[in-house]
C-alpha cells in the first residue's frame, strides 16, 4: 500500500475518534453543569474541558473570558479551533476522499453524509437547545463508521492503518482524561467525599465507562478501583492498556510476527510500554506518582506515533527531491 | 404527462410530430404516464441526492476557488434500438482504428503529410505536437486506450461525430453512476427492457489497460498498473477514484512516484515498487519537470527517461492532442480513407477553416447561422453559437477570427437532437449528445451506450456540466427488443 494511503487512512481513523471523545467529553460536561450554580466551579469545569478537548491556552489566546455559548461554538464548529468537531469531521472528510478506493463505499456515505449536513447548517450557529442533539449525532456517526469498518474491512493492511489511529488517539485521549481529573483531586485535596466521587463518577462518563465499571465494581467511585479499570483492565475496550495490546498485536499481525531491522525501534517502545503497564501497580500509585506515570504515557503515545510513521514511510516532504 | 411536448423543429429521441412515442419508447412512455406527480418528484429528489451523498461530484472553478458540485441527473433515458448501435460500434471502432494510424504516423515517418493529405502547417503549429516522443516504441503501437467520442443527432436523426477526446476524456463514472441510480429510484422501467448490462466493461477495460505491458517488464504474465490523478481538488477526481477502484489498480499522485535508474516506482509503507503501465490523468504538460513545464509538482521527474527506455507503458500515449485538436478533426474522413481505404461510417459536422479565405469570408457574412470555437478551448468555452447570440457577442467573435483566423474553426449550427427532460416538476425538450467511449488494448471495445449529456437549462445548447449540462442513462436495447420495447 502506499505510504500517503497508509497515513490518510491512520489520521482518518484518528480524526474520527477525536471528534467522537470531544463530543462524548461536552455532552457529558453539559448534563453535570445543569447541576452546579457556583460560577467558580463551572469556571474551572470549562477549563478542564478546554484542556482535553483542545488547548486552554489557545482558547485565551483569542477570548478574554469562559463564556458557556463560545466554547460550545468553539469545541463544535468553529473553524479556528483545529480540534473542533467540524474540523476533525472535515479532515476525516478529506482523508476518506483521498483514500476512497481502499474505503468501504457506506463508509464515505457515512462521512460525507454528515459533511454534507453540516455544510448546509454552516452559516447558523448550533442552538443551545440543539447541542446535544448534534453532538449525540456526531456520536453516532463515528460508532457507525467504525461499525462498517469492522463489519466489512478485510482484515488486511488497510484495515490495520485505521484500527492503529484509532487505538493511539483513544489510549492517549484516556490518558488526558485522568491527568487532568487527577490534577483537579490533588487541587482540591481535602475535599468532601461527594465532591471526589463526581469527578471519578465524570472520568467515568467522559470515556463511557459508567456502565461497564459498575457492572464490576459497586458505585463506589474509589480511585483505587477507577483507575486500574480505565488504566490496565485488559477487556475494557477504552482503557489504555486494552488500546496498547491491540495496537502492538495490530503491528505484530501486519509484519507476520517477523521483527525485521526497520521495525525493530517500533516493537521495542511497544513492547516496553506493554512491560510498564503490566509491572506498574496503578492502585499503589499514590496521586503524583499517578500523575507523572500518566505524563509519560502520553510521552510514549507521541514517540509511538512518531516510530510508526518512521517504520512505514508516513514522513515524507510532499514534493520530495531526489 | 407529456401531453403540451412539442418537439417543434427538431429531431426528438423519444416523441413523434404527432405527439406519440417512438416504437422503441413505447414501453418507458406507458410506464412513466402511470407514475402520478408526487410519484416523480419524490424519485427525482431521492436521485439526486444520492448521487450527492455518493459524493459523485466535479469541482467548478471560480473566483473564491473550486466547489464541489454533482452533475444533475435526468431519468428519462436516451434508448437506442440494437441495430442503431451496432452502425456506432462499426464506426466508433473504425475512426479508433484510424485516429491511432494516425498517431502513430505523425510521430515517426509523417506520410500523410508527405503525401498532401494533411497540411504540413496543423502539424507544427501544433501545440498538441510533442517532438520528445517521435519515434518512441510503445506498447502494440497503440496511443488510444481510452477514448470518449462525442456524438450528436441532426434534425433528421443521423448520427455525426462532433469531437474527438483522446486525451484525458471524462465521464465514464457518470455512465456507471447513472445505471446505478437509475437502477435502485426506477427499478419498475427495468422489468420490460432487456438492456445490454454495463457488467463486464471493467474486465475489458483492465485486460485492455494490462496488454500494454511495458517492453522491459520484469512482469510482463501480471504487470502493475496504476492510475496516476493530480489528486482530489482535480474536478474529475471522482472519475479517477472511480475507475481506479473499478480497475483494481492503485490510485497515486505525483507525489507517491519516484524515477530511479530510469525505472519508475511508487512510494509503499514497505518501501519502493516497482510500476510497469501508467494510466494517466495528467495533461501531457504537466507529466515530467524535467521533459515539460519546470513548475508543474503533479507530475514525476524523469518519467519520459524511463519512458524513453520502454520501463514504463504511459496511457493514454503522449501528444495525443495533435489528433483531437479541433481544427484536426475535419481530417479524420480523410484520414479513415488514407489509412484504411474505406469510407467512414460515421459523418463528421462540416468545419470550415478561417486560415483559408474564402471560407474566412464566407464565415464572415454568414457568421449568424454558425458556431465558432476556438482550436484549442474546450469544455464550450470561447465559443459561439450563432443562433443564439446577441449583436455585441457577434461582433466581438468578428473581431476575434479577424485577429487570429487560425485559432478558430466554425461549424454549421446543428439542429441538435433533443429529448424529454424531468425538471422542476414538468417534461420539456433538452438538446442532447453521446459520449461514446471506447477502450483499446489488445483488442477493441465500445461501452454500450455512453454518457447522453442533456443542455438542462431550457433552450441552451451546451451541455457541458461546467455549463449547466446534466446526464441520461443510455439504453442500448439488446436484440429482438425493439418490437416490444
Redesign the interface.
Known sequence: ????V?EALYWMARNIERSENNARILSVQLIHMLESSDQQVLDRDWEEVLDICASKEEYYGRYGRLNRDTIIQYLTVSPLNMNSISNCITYAR?GA??T??MLP?DL??VI??FY?EQKNKENTPIMPQHTQEYLKHVIHTSLAGQGIVESMMTRG?PYTFIKVGKWLERAEKTARILNVICEKSMREKGNSETESYYYWLTALQIVNGYDAYIKEYPPTMDPKNVLPFLIENGNFPRSIRYCMDHVLEAVHNLESGKVSHYSERLFQKLSAIQKELKNTDISGLGMDELMVFLDRFQNHCHEISVLFSET???V?P???V? | MLKNYQTGMFFDEMMETDGKPKQHYKYFYDLVSDFSKDELREKHDTAQLSFLRQGITFTVYNDTGGMERTMPFDFVPVIIPDKQWTKIERGMKQRMKALNCFLEDIYNRQEIVNDGIIPEVLIRHNPYYYKQVTGVEIPLNNHIFLAGIDLIRDENGDYLVLEDNLRNPSGMSYVFQNRYVMRQVYPELFFQHSIQTLEHQFKDLHGALVSHVPANSMNPEAPTAVLLTPGMYNSAYYDHVFLAQQIGIELVEGRDLVVEDNKVYMKTIRGLKRIDIIYRRIDDDFLDPESFRPDSTLGVKGLMRAYHKGNVAILNGIGNGIADDKAMYAYVPDMIRYYLDEDPILSNVNTYFLRDPEQLEYVLENIETLVVKNVSASGGYDMLIGPHAREEEINEFRKKIVETPSQYIAQPAIKLSRAPAYQQGRFYPCHVDLRVFVMNGSSTHVVPGGLSRVALKEGSLVVNSSQGGGGKDTWILSEGDDVHA
Open positions: 500500500m502506499l505510504s500517503r497508509a478529506n476522499k483521498a476512497r478506493d463505499d464515505w456515505h460525507n453524509g454534507l493492511v512505514y514511510y508516513l515524507e510532499v514534493h520530495s531526489r
